[in-house]
């Protein structure tokens, strides 16, 4: 082995791959700030779009001041593309069907062609989602704001306020978060000039993974497999002993409790009290949330393991009829608007991302 091979060369530790305007995540205080403003003042309060135009500004000219109506259009435009989502495509993971189809998309570095991104998960995942319950897809309504008209495609039905008000507050908590894995790779590909398409397929692809944006999915697998509170320390501390992960736990900055989880906690109480997803659900989620606490702490005690932001999106997704297997594709309606953001950062700064890698294999023989 090479004499390096248990430390980076000095210099390398915690290098700073990007500077960035766009958010910080600050892991000790459990505080996040979105372009100067606290995810506690925006989530509940702000509509998506309007979180569009917070994370756009100065990247992109042109940039209208209410976007409702350019993202209406958008959705609009990219329904087409819905007619290639034959049997074969269907049959996949609603996330890899929905990056297929955005792999049709144009490669392009305008806000037409972010615009379209943004619009894109938006549209084909309600299409997906009804394609795979054997229904037919329900085209936008250009006129709606952009969370109502995902809920309408999704359901065919007009979302009350509540609902709403969920799915915004959801895809504005979600939209950015420092340099995570999914952004990282979207700022890498966005570094190589490659296009905001190519960026954004980078980044639906790390999103992806259990460990990054697949979770909530499996946090609905744990609810339901511990079925009643009485079962809850039982049904984790075996989980544990096999070695097992609680999804909707740990994170790889904060060390104290994922503020998104609270700002996800208000609008999954407010769904509940208005008949979507049911009080005995949320208080059922409570007592699991509880338990996994309090046996974490004992399990990791050099660990602080707190609750994260996929705990509570998995209860608001489900109370908002979403499917568990199409959970990633609403984290990617989101987030595709802090990937967008970055790589137009990343392409104003104008350097290819390199990191320099620690070689730590055998040196080279000499010839005999
Ligand atoms: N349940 C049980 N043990 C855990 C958990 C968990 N949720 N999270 C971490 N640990 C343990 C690990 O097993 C490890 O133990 P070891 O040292 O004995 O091997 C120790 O804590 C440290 O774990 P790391 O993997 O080093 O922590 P890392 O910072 O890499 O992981 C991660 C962060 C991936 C989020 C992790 O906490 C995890 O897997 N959580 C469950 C999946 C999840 O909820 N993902 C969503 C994250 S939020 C997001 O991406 C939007």
């Known amino acids: 082995m090479n004499a390096h091979a248990s430390a980076p060369p000095e210099g390398l530790e915690g290098v700073v791959a990007a500077r960035t305007v766009l958010s910080e995540v600050d892991g000790q205080a459990g505080r996040l700030i979105i372009r100067g403003r606290s995810l506690d003042d925006l989530a509940g309060t702000t509509r998506f779009e309007d979180l569009v135009s917070l994370l756009f500004e100065g990247f992109f000219e042109d940039l209208p001041t209410d976007l409702t109506a350019a993202l209406g259009a958008a959705r609009a435009e990219v329904f087409a593309e819905v007619t290639h989502l034959d049997a074969d495509l269907a049959a996949h993971e609603p996330v890899e069907a929905v990056r297929a189809l955005m792999a049709r998309l144009a490669d392009g570095d305008d806000l037409a062609t972010a615009l379209r991104l943004i619009a894109a998960p938006a549209v084909f995942t309600p299409a997906v989602i009804r394609i795979q319950a054997g229904q037919r897809p329900v085209a936008p309504g250009p006129a709606l704001p952009h969370a109502a008209d995902i809920l309408r495609m999704l359901t065919g039905v007009a979302p009350g306020a509540a609902q709403i008000a969920g799915l915004d507050a959801y895809l504005v908590t979600v939209s950015d978060h420092g340099l995570n894995a999914s952004t990282f790779a979207a700022r890498v590909v966005a ?3 490659a296009g905001l398409t190519s960026a954004v397929l980078a980044g639906i692809s790390a ?9 909530p999915g499996p946090v609905i697998e744990m609810l339901d497999g511990i079925g009643s509170p009485d079962n809850a320390r039982a049904w984790i501390e075996a989980a544990l002993a096999r070695g097992e992960r609680l ?6 900055i904060y060390r104290v409790r994922d503020p998104r989880a609270d700002a996800l906690k208000g609008p999954v109480r407010a769904l509940a009290a208005s008949g979507g997803g049911g009080a005995g659900r949320v ?10 606490l309090d046996i974490l702490k004992t399990h990791k005690p050099d ?14 997704l489900e109370a908002l009829d979403f499917p568990p297997s199409a959970f990633t594709c609403v984290f990617a309606m989101g987030r595709v608007a802090g990937w967008l953001a970055h790589a137009r950062e990343q392409l104003a700064g104008g350097r290819l991302v390199r990191p320099q890698s620690v070689y730590v294999g055998p040196e080279p023989r000499k010839a005999a």
């Open 283 to 292: 208080a059922f989620a409570e007592a699991v949330e509880a338990a996994a």
């Open 247 to 252: 999804m909707g736990f740990g994170h790889r």
């Open 191 to 193: 570094s190589t000039r």
């Open 303 to 316: 660990r602080p393991l707190d609750t994260n932001v996929e705990f509570y999106t998995a209860l608001l």
């Open 207 to 215: 999103l992806k993974g259990p460990l990054h944006g697949g979770a």
